[in-house]
């Protein structure tokens, strides 16, 4: 006969809930270091480390939404972010100052900075641009390369970002945005959140009505992400229009003119060279003797890459 039979029912009950008490017990002595756990990325951003160049320490709730989607749990992407605006080390390909959002999509999610810095700093050394380097690299740390493999990475399951976690960090500081009448960079129109158009409040040069300019970081002057330069879009320059982004005068903007989307990928004109009318995405030519530039994309020349009369070229086989 089983022993707990021979002590009856009652005692059978006392010895249940006495578990489940200790087990509860045992339960809220971690909750703290896994709460403490689930804040680490925010708790290493906000008030920490400067946005901007600018100084400014105190960062929108999206911002550490964003940066921290997917590492709650990690401070390896503030470390990233610290490194990439801060270090005067990260080279984007035009320079080592960027702009807070590219760095922000660079470091967003990593649970290894130092990984996610060394694929971004080697794939522009291979001559991609840094937005595609960005986009390998982030890929990578996801586990797949760009056939779609595995290919291992800087990522691991991690706790769900906790948006009350965000509102407390950050602040919900509407109210004190809309004070004075909700036009804090004062270029003449009232922030989003406070009934207006402004997209970004904290930027003077971005509003509506205001002149795109040709830029490789996506800075959107117009508030408009459809124009890249000039006020062109599609990728056409208008007519009329000072050719802002098409100094081959082609009709189509540089691929160095970019505008930043609304699910954050850039999107830039397609013409892979601005300074060379016959060099266009659908054509290639030499970057040099060993490298021939197809559909804007580098890739390498078995033989020997020849330029040709009207500035394309060809790849001659090995011989």
């Known amino acids: ?38 804040r680490a990325c925010a708790e290493a951003v906000q008030g920490k480390i400067a946005w901007d160049y600018k100084g400014s320490k105190r960062w929108k709730r999206t911002s550490i939404r964003r940066l921290c989607k997917g590492a709650m749990h990690s401070t390896q992407p503030a470390r990233c972010f610290k490194r990439v605006m801060h270090s005067g080390k990260v ?21 290894n900075a130092s990984s996610r810095i060394r694929c971004f700093q080697d794939s522009i050394s ?12 982030r890929s990578v740390a996801a586990g797949k390369s760009a056939g779609g493999k595995s290919a291992g990475g800087d990522t691991r399951t991690v706790p769900r970002i ?13 109210d004190s945005r809309c004070e004075g009448g ?18 970004d409040d904290d930027d003077a040069s971005r509003y509506p009505g ?17 124009t890249l330069a000039g006020g062109g879009s599609g990728g056409r320059r208008p007519a009329g229009v000072p050719a802002d982004g098409d100094e081959d005068g082609d009709g189509f903007i540089s691929a160095q003119c970019c505008n930043e ?28 003797s060993r490298t021939i530039v197809v559909g804007g994309d580098p890739e390498p020349c078995p033989g020997r890459c020849v330029p040709q009369p009207n500035g394309t070229g060809i790849c001659l086989p090995a011989r």
């Open 210 to 226: 205001n002149t795109e300019v040709c830029d490789a970081s996506g800075h959107d002057e117009d508030c408009d992400p459809a």
């Open 126 to 137: 291979k001559g991609l641009s840094w937005q595609r380097a960005i986009r390998k690299c």
């Open 91 to 111: 080279n984007w390909g035009g320079g080592t100052r960027w702009q807070p959002r590219n760095a922000l999509k660079l470091c967003r999610g990593t649970t």
């Open 162 to 174: 906790d948006p009350k976690v965000i509102s407390a960090l950050a602040g919900d500081d509407r």
């Open 182 to 199: 909700g036009d804090r960079d004062g270029d003449g129109h009232v922030a989003l959140e406070c009934g207006g158009d402004d997209c």
């Open 261 to 288: 989307q609304s699910d954050g990928r850039l999107r830039c004109g397609p013409d892979p060279d601005d300074r060379s009318g016959a060099k266009t995405i659908w054509t290639q030519w030499c970057r040099d």
């Open 1 to 38: 006969m089983n022993r707990l039979e021979l002590i009856g029912p009652p005692w059978r009950t006392v010895i249940v809930l006495t578990a489940v008490l200790l087990f509860l017990a045992c339960a809220s002595l971690f909750a703290p270091e896994a709460s403490a756990a689930s």
